[in-house]
């Protein structure tokens, strides 16, 4: 398989990861193009017998980072929240979890939510992460568990237990571990 014909394959694990991570169909298609385009581009700077998804990866969050330094759209606002706009597949998924689980996905630091699709979303080993982000697997394993105990902690709490983005006086207070029961039916 010619090297253009593997980037391609990787379009649909790219587009998927933009639109996490961006909450935007059209920004998130940019990015797509905009990446594919530089791989293209530089395809000599791919290292034979290396992750090319990992790599797709990287370009694709580099890119990402510098859009989000020329918007200046660090931060999201409730109002203008991408899960507001997400629509939940039919027949899938119940529409209000997976508007919880949005909400609480774009709650957590962009560094925790980064690690949460890389390695829950899109199957990247620690390793891979690791590579992709430019920090030591340790800390994608630290930010991994802090973001899924966060969202154990949004998504079990109850009405009364709510997202830094609704309640952000409780944001220093630390809320008991909670013990994860998987049905074995």
């Known amino acids: 398989m010619s090297f253009e014909a593997e980037v391609v394959s990787w379009l649909p694990q790219l587009r998927r990861y933009a639109r996490a991570?961006?909450?935007?169909?059209?920004?998130?298609?940019?990015?797509?193009?905009?990446?594919?385009?530089?791989?293209?581009?530089?395809?000599?700077?791919?290292?034979?017998?290396s992750n090319l998804r990992a790599w797709l990866l990287t370009i694709l969050r580099h890119l990402y980072i510098d859009q989000l330094r020329v918007r200046r759209e660090v931060a999201v606002?409730?109002?203008?929240?991408?899960?507001?706009n997400l629509e939940a597949p039919h027949g899938e998924v119940d529409g209000l979890v997976l508007r919880d689980v949005q909400r609480a996905l774009y709650s957590l630091s962009v560094e925790q939510r980064e690690v949460m699709l890389l390695?829950?979303?899109?199957?990247?080993?620690?390793?891979?992460?690791?590579?992709?982000l430019g920090v030591p697997v340790g800390t994608i394993m630290?930010?991994?568990?802090?973001a899924r105990e966060q969202m154990r902690l949004w998504l079990s709490g109850g009405p009364d237990q709510q997202t830094p983005q609704q309640n952000p006086q409780e944001n220093g207070h630390k809320s008991p571990s909670l013990k994860v029961v998987r049905n074995s039916s």
């Not at 606002?77 to 507001?84: G, K, T």
């Not at 390695?119 to 992709?132: D, F, G, K, P, T």
């Not at 630290?142 to 802090?146: A, G, K």
Request: net charge negative; charged share 30%; hydrophobic share 40%.
């Open 77 to 84: 606002d409730e109002e203008s929240a991408p899960w507001r």
């Open 119 to 132: 390695v829950c979303v899109e199957e990247l080993s620690y390793q891979e992460a690791s590579s992709a």
């Open 142 to 146: 630290s930010r991994l568990s802090r």
């Open 21 to 49: 991570l961006t909450g935007d169909h059209a920004w998130a298609d940019d990015l797509v193009q905009d990446t594919a385009e530089r791989a293209l581009a530089r395809w000599s700077a791919f290292r034979p017998n």
